[in-house]
């Protein structure tokens, strides 16, 4: 199958990148075409490139769309045209600009993903997000990734018929010898670290005052954190505040496997989240993860088994939950060894690209009847 994913570049690679790149390489593998048509905005133009030259890297075949602004109904005849021109199949949409546009369009079928909306008390996100909803109760097919999102869409009127449960696959899984940690710094018995995106959902100020109640306690546990975005300043400026710079390492972007080889420990704090693929990737390289329990955080982590899920917004169960690993290195081995196992198990890429692979036949099958 000849199956088009459609996003916007908006300079950086995240979760919700990796995840259709790795859906992409996966669908590859198995026999099908994938083609990526990128919207790039003229007024981000100091950000846009990210994702293309990830995609150009993987070797996929790109076509890229230019706008001047949000939105271009010259965009959507764009699509259209490019689309049955390769032979399209299957428009696949990430994001409520490339889902307004693919309406717009007439494409079908069209199936899009939701990778999760953030619910800021922001007008502008707030305007995107009933855009984004308003288009998914008309797609073909609407993939989500956790139950909490099942249940939120539901709720919200995406119909039953339309709406399927996928969770991501991950593409890059470590052997076993590359799962052993290279020490980050002299004498530290334990390190916790978070990985993503420095925004406001993600919450790194929770982590940051965890740390300083368990620094006292433990003088050879190390702390450190890495990303990209808006608030790096905010957070090296917490950082050091509450005094903690000479235990808590702030980096700008790591490649993953670079980052979990400093790592012990993987901790999220978001205040919502879908199905974090930062936190896949961890347990991929058997690191136990502390967790807030919101969204769909819950579906990848088994408390007790996997990791430990605190609270949102509490950095007192933050700061007890660490101090119980601190204190019992075997059982963080343990929980890592358990969340290896259940990636394996349930979150392989082969079983991701066929559970996809049965939406889109069946949705191409329907459209060709119809």
């Not at 990796?18 to 950000?47: N, Q």
């Not at 390190?191 to 109640?213: C, D, P, Q, V, Y």
């Not at 608030?231 to 790591?254: C, V």
């Not at 939406?359 to 099958?365: A, F, K, S």
Request: charged share 20%; aromatic share 8%; hydrophobic share 45%.
């Amino acid at each position: 199958m000849r199956i088009v994913f459609f996003m916007q570049d908006t300079g950086a690679v995240f979760g919700a990148e990796r995840a259709t790149l790795d859906l992409a390489h996966g669908l590859r593998v198995a026999g099908h075409c994938p083609v990526f048509f990128l919207i790039e905005e003229l007024r981000l133009s100091d950000r846009t490139g990210g994702l293309r030259e990830a995609v150009e890297e993987d070797g996929f075949l790109l076509h890229r769309f230019t706008i001047a602004g949000r939105f271009s109904r010259s965009l959507a005849r764009q699509v259209r045209q490019k689309f049955e021109e390769l032979g399209g199949e299957v428009l696949h949409v990430i994001g409520s600009k490339a889902n307004l546009h693919a309406w717009l369009s007439g494409i079908h079928p069209v199936v899009a993903t939701v990778h999760g909306w953030l619910f800021r008390n922001d007008l502008k996100e707030r305007m995107f997000d009933l855009i984004d909803l308003w288009c998914l109760k008309r797609c073909d097919g609407v993939i989500c990734l956790s139950s909490h999102y099942e249940e939120l869409l539901l709720a919200k009127g995406v119909p039953r018929p339309r709406l399927h449960r996928i969770a991501s696959g991950l593409r890059h899984v470590p052997q076993a010898s590359q799962l052993v940690r290279k020490p980050s710094g002299e004498g530290s018995i334990m390190t916790f670290g978070m990985l993503g995106r420095f925004s406001e959902e993600k919450n790194h100020g929770m982590f940051i005052k965890a740390a300083a109640g368990i620094a006292l306690r433990f003088p050879e546990v190390k702390f450190v954190i890495a990303g990209q975005g808006h608030l790096q300043n905010a957070i090296e400026q917490a950082i050091q505040d509450i005094g903690l710079s000479d235990r808590m390492t702030l980096r700008g972007y790591m490649e993953v496997g670079a980052f979990m080889r400093q790592v012990d420990v993987y901790v999220l704090c978001s205040t919502i989240e879908n199905l974090p693929y930062s936190i896949l990737e961890a347990m991929a390289w058997a690191r136990p993860v502390i967790g807030t329990r919101v969204g769909g955080v819950p579906d990848l982590v088994t408390d007790g088994v996997t990791g430990l899920l605190v609270p949102s917004q509490d950095s007192g169960a933050l700061a007890s939950a660490m101090t119980r690993l601190a204190e019992d290195p075997g059982l963080a081995s343990e929980m890592g060894r358990n969340g290896r196992i259940q990636i394996d198990a349930s979150f392989s890429l082969t079983r991701c690209v066929a559970d996809h692979l049965e939406v889109y036949i069946h949705l191409g099958d329907a459209e060709a009847a119809a």
